[in-house]
Structures are given as structure tokens and as C-alpha cells.
């Protein structure tokens, strides 16, 4: 079975960060940064080379398929900022029907800017997402 591409790795998150050519989504992922940290409790590692991950789980699909991934992440993408939250949304639609504009597929947020959205909320979905795919939550 072929290995997952994407890794965890020993990059410098600043570095990633600080390389992010618009000023918006620079300035925004610095505030995920730590907004994230202070919800996972955990320092920050890239994945790849460009998703800053928080934490880790094991899992294994209904392919078999077994590794780690980080429970909370986010990536600059030339269109959005992506915030990976691999538990989902079904269990938190209320939330995202009030967070503001955003998309969203099926673990992963999908953001113009922070200041279109309800940044309280956003850290709501964050502690849920982070706390289910720890374990530490039902």
C-alpha cells in the first residue's frame, strides 16, 4: 500500500509563515498560529510543505489504509486559507451556518479572510474538532 505523501516534518513553521507572498493570508495564519496552539496545546509542525499541523492521531480507513495526521491544521492556498479540521462538520452544522462566509468539504474549512468570520466561533469548531479526533470526546 503506498504511503501517505504527506508528512509530518522538521520545516520551520515562522519560516512557511513568513514566506506567504499575501500580506492577508500571512498576517491571518500567524493568528491561527495561535489561535491553534492555545486550543491543541501543542507546538505547531509542517506537514509537507505547506500545512502547519497541531498534534497528531492515528487512524486507519475503511481501505485498510493505517498512519498519522494532525487533528487541527491550516494551509495559504492561492484562493482561501484551508483549516483542516478532519472531524467533520456534521455534528457542528449550527456553527458553520453562523460563522460567516466560508465554504466547507468534508474535514476541511474554507476561508477568504479572517475578518469574515466570527473568530469566537471559528475557535469553537477548532477546541470540537480537536478534542473528537483526540479522543478526548465522544
Known amino acids: 500500500m503506498a504511503e501517505l505523501k504527506t508528512q509530518q516534518n522538521d520545516a520551520d513553521v515562522a519560516a512557511y ?22 486550543v491543541s496545546g501543542q507546538r505547531p509542525k509542517m506537514w ?9 492521531y492515528h487512524y486507519k480507513g475503511k481501505s485498510g489504509r493505517e498512519g498519522e495526521w494532525f487533528p487541527l491544521g491550516f494551509s495559504s492556498r492561492k484562493a482561501n486559507l484551508t483549516i483542516y479540521m478532519p472531524a467533520g462538520f ?11 462566509k466560508c465554504k ?9 479572510s479572517l475578518k469574515l468570520i466570527d473568530k469566537e466561533i471559528l475557535k469553537e ?8 479526533m483526540t479522543g478526548n470526546v465522544s
Open 17 to 38: 509563515i513568513n514566506s506567504i507572498e499575501n500580506e492577508s493570508h500571512k498576517l491571518d495564519c500567524s493568528e491561527l498560529h495561535i489561535l491553534f496552539e492555545k
Open 48 to 56: 509537507g510543505k505547506d500545512i502547519v499541523g497541531f498534534g497528531t
Open 90 to 100: 456534521k455534528e457542528t452544522q449550527d456553527l458553520i451556518d453562523k460563522i460567516g
Open 104 to 112: 466547507t468539504s468534508a474535514g476541511c474549512l474554507y476561508i477568504k
Open 125 to 132: 469548531l477548532a477546541t470540537r474538532s480537536y478534542l473528537k
